[in-house]
């Protein structure tokens, strides 16, 4: 039998002052469907500087530990990989977390520079692991959205939909719960590994280090929401990352046009790195004061761009995963608007209002209730513990499942690579 091996995130080196952060949303109109609102409310972060054996997660240890506010937090291997970039995902679980029904994931990216991003879930606290420099990385706990998240729609999506109240949206859960069901499941001889090649850009206030391991963090998230939605065949890779001189996408209507549009001036050089790369869909990490991510849904594949903010009360709900999958088709809950291609692609907000899954905004929620949204898409069959994700109505998974082979051949990546 192997020893196991054990890489040892040292103890903290120094402890930075709590510090927080406020963010005032415009009031836009415009096209965009798949839109979410920066966080309204004051984020108090905590954070800390750590010094991280680099060497020792790049191995592949099978227990990590790390030393944050006091507090030792010991994680176990689930899964190690590296990507065909060179730089390493390692994936697992907090073994003594306090609640083991809370979220209590681990997931930490490397570069061979010894740069080392992530994110720790634990016992419903949230923690982000930002690479400052090689073994040096500073991890913030954001405390300010634990327990009611960040208004997801804008002015102009809630003035069409309509805030339930506790009689209604409890009625109209239990009617869903009694519905007859008439499923018919996929036919998983035929399921086919695909692979959905993507291209990151950002706006010059990340570095390419950085964008790096940011992208390989996030794809890594979308793959886990994947798995857990039963679609583990649809993996993703990155063919290429960039940082553009362009800093003219706006608040403004038609930013999404804007980015799409491969001669009209604004961000050009993010589509022709498409081309170059062959890459089935386009992401730009971008920092908008008004919204943390924006997508398009037509499902045309010269429209497959979206917009993510990188700012934790974003990364907290899963923003860019969810604008990932409005490149699917997948869409909103009926709180918000109907699927205007699909009437089964919706997401789902759980009876208690306690979750909602990857597509639903909480504004179909009670404000005196947490509608913490999870990593799982809506589906009639999956359940997370045990709890119903959705319904005949309300299933996002088919519609990603359907669309993915027309998606992962948007464009034939091949061996391009950008450097």
């Known amino acids: 039998m192997n020893p196991i091996k054990t890489a040892i995130a040292s103890a903290v080196i120094c402890s930075l002052s709590s510090m927080t952060s406020t963010a005032s949303p415009k009031t836009t109109s415009g096209q965009a469907t798949a839109y979410e609102q920066l966080p309204p409310q004051v984020l108090s972060n905590t954070t800390e500087r750590l010094s991280i054996d680099a060497k020792g997660i790049q191995n592949g240890a099978n227990q990590l530990q790390i030393q944050f506010q006091g507090q030792l937090l010991h994680f176990q291997l689930d899964q190690f990989t590296w990507t065909e970039r060179g730089n390493t995902r390692w994936q697992g679980y907090v073994t003594n977390a306090q609640n083991p029904q809370a979220k209590n994931r681990v997931l930490l990216i490397t570069a061979g520079s010894g740069l080392v991003e992530g994110q720790i879930e634990v016992d419903g606290r949230f923690l982000k692991l930002n690479a400052i420099a090689q073994g040096l990385s500073q991890l913030t706990e954001v405390t300010g959205i634990a327990h009611r998240l960040p208004t997801d729609a804008p002015k102009r999506i809630l003035r069409r939909s309509k805030r339930s109240t506790l009689t209604e949206f409890s009625a109209f859960m239990t009617a869903q719960y009694i519905q007859p069901q008439s499923i018919t499941l996929p036919d998983t001889k035929r399921v086919h590994p695909l692979t959905i090649d993507v291209l990151f850009a950002a706006e010059p206030f990340i570095s390419p280090s950085r964008l790096e391991l940011m992208a390989e963090m996030e794809l890594a998230l979308f793959e886990e929401v994947m798995q857990n939605s039963g679609l583990s065949h649809i993996k993703t890779r990155l063919v290429g990352t960039m940082i553009t001189d ?13 980015l799409k549009d491969p001669n009209d001036g604004y961000m050009d050089d993010v589509a022709a790195e498409r081309e170059r790369t062959k890459a089935d869909i386009a992401i730009v990490i971008a920092d ?19 917009i993510a903010n990188p700012i934790e009360g974003c990364s907290y709900k899963y923003t860019l995963q969810h604008e990932m999958a409005h490149l699917f088709g997948a869409h909103h809950d009926e709180f918000v608007e109907p699927n205007p291609y699909f009437e089964y692609g919706r997401g789902w907000i759980a009876n208690d209002w306690s979750y909602r899954t990857l597509m639903a905004y909480d504004n179909g929620c009670p404000s005196t209730r947490a ?10 069959t999956n359940t997370m513990n045990g709890l119903p994700l959705g319904d005949t109505t309300h299933d996002n998974t088919r519609v990603v499942r359907e669309n993915a082979e027309k998606v992962a051949n948007y464009r034939d990546a091949g061996d391009i690579h950008s450097i």
């Open 371 to 380: 509608c913490t949204r999870v990593k799982y898409l809506s589906s009639p």
């Open 288 to 306: 908008t004061t008004d919204a943390c991510g924006i997508a398009d849904d037509s499902l045309l594949a010269d429209n497959a761009f979206a």
């Open 246 to 258: 362009d800093r003219s996408l706006d608040d403004s209507d038609d930013t999404l046009d804007k």
